[in-house]
């Protein structure tokens, strides 16, 4: 096996391991690290009919075998994806073929589980071998938050700063947030989102704090995207489909690049679906390669609501626009639209959708309208309705009931400190906790 090298969007020429593309997150000429090869897997790697984790140790193993000992990344990776990857299928006229990819099954009940899990133990196995501390900062307006405090809470060598805006995350996403966690320190911000990650950006741009390297964990980080691939593959084989469709709620094109590296590396996918809410760059520049980035709009479906996605730049190089068109077709649907369809798929099938999840169901049926096309499609189900009981309620006329650990929230201790939003306040309250 050779090793895979990484290279920034910007500049083909830079070459570096996947423990610096991962310990780095951003290259140092802006730009965002992608493989410069792709290993291309046949179907006997995700059709071998053993568990999630099974395939993932088989998968990743082809990624990182060379950088990371087979039996460190099988002990990371069974550690990591631990938890239940069901995929269901809807029965009730009008979803025929149609399955929900349940990616909210893991501790904090979204799809970001996954990434999060799996690059904080890579991060700490990567830290440890050097000896060193990093601390990880993250500006939060929901989801990616709690995933990552969750995922990198207690891992050797790794501490936490969270930075949420004060009354402007929900009250179950604030729950997660602030729950005490080793290593972890909630910051709420007297400010808006933009103001967190003002200041964390500010913070990073110092390279250390305290004396410790700062790095971050969102979705720019290449070891995010890895174990995103991963259950597309899971998805494929368990469907029994030999081509399906994946329909894909998107925000900042993370989880669809997830997806595009899973086809190039050889798993068989018919189309892509970026599904989008009001936050329609994406589907707007598939139509008109002119289109540029807008500010971003509140919606219901909130982890999307992003004007200008980060995973855009990867997705392009990765894609040159003729590919692009004709393997994603793109949709933006609107919060009424995400209401009728949470009803409308409880009505007909049952199941109860959180409006993430809604957002791609309806894309689903509104491509398969358009266009005929009725290939089996899967949608992944990136959230837990229980996140969104506010919503749920607004559609339903009930709340989802709470998964255990979202209910055991309730009695966990807190842990959490206000903070001013400038960069100066966050830096000092960094070398405390440095
Ligand atoms: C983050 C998130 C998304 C969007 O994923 P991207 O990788 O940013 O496109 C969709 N749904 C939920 C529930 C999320 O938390």
């Not at 009250?171 to 808006?192: H, M, N, S, W």
């Amino acid at each position: 096996m050779s090793r895979i090298n990484y290279s920034s969007t910007r500049d083909e020429d830079t070459r570096v391991s996947f423990e610096e593309a991962l310990l780095t997150g951003l290259a140092p000429d802006g730009g965002l690290y992608l493989p410069q090869s792709i290993p291309k897997l046949t179907s006997d790697y995700w059709k071998s009919r053993g568990t999630f984790a099974d395939l993932a140790v088989n998968v990743l193993g082809q990624w990182l075998g060379d950088e990371i000992q087979p039996s460190q990344l099988e002990g990371i990776v069974r550690e990591a994806l631990d938890f239940p990857v069901p995929l269901t299928q809807l029965h009730g006229a009008g979803w025929e073929d149609v399955f929900v990819l349940e990616l909210f099954r893991g501790p904090t009940h979204s799809f970001k589980d996954f990434g999060a899990r799996t690059m904080a133990r890579l991060m700490s196995h990567f830290t440890a071998a050097r000896n060193e501390t990093v601390l990880i900062l993250v500006a939060t307006s929901g989801d990616t938050g709690s995933a990552v405090a969750d995922g990198f809470a207690g891992q050797a060598g790794i501490r936490v700063a969270l930075l949420y805006p004060r009354g402007q995350v929900s009250p179950v996403q604030e729950r997660q947030l602030i729950a005490k966690r080793p290593g972890v320190t909630a910051f709420a911000v007297d400010g808006t989102f933009d103001d967190c990650q003002r200041m964390v950006k500010g913070a990073m741009a110092e390279g250390s704090a305290g004396g410790v390297r700062v790095s971050t964990a969102n979705s720019i980080n290449i070891g995010r995207l890895l174990p995103q691939m991963l259950y597309y593959m899971w998805g494929a084989q368990e469907s029994g489909c030999e081509k399906p469709l994946f329909c894909v709620p998107s925000g900042n094109l993370g989880n669809l690049t997830g997806g595009v590296l899973a086809s190039m590396s050889g798993l068989p996918v018919h189309r892509f679906i970026a599904a989008h809410n009001a936050n329609d760059f994406f589907p707007r520049f598939l139509e008109d390669e002119g289109t540029g980035f807008s500010s971003s709009v509140q919606t219901l479906s909130n982890a999307m609501d992003v004007g200008a996605p980060s995973n855009f730049e990867r997705l392009r190089a990765l894609l040159p626009h003729p590919d692009m068109q004709s393997r994603i077709h793109g949709e933006s649907v609107t919060d009424e639209e995400t209401l009728a369809c949470i009803r409308r798929v409880h009505e007909e099938t049952a199941f109860v959708a959180d409006p993430h999840t809604a957002v791609g169901l309806e894309a689903v049926q509104r491509f398969r309208r358009q266009t005929g096309d009725a290939t089996p499609a899967i949608v992944l189900g990136t959230a837990h309705p229980a996140k969104f009981p506010e919503v749920v309620r607004k559609a339903l006329g009930f709340e989802p009931p709470e998964p255990e650990e979202l209910a055991a929230l309730r009695e966990r201790e807190t842990q959490v400190q206000s903070l001013d939003p400038s960069v100066e306040s966050l830096r000092r309250k960094l070398a405390e906790i440095a």
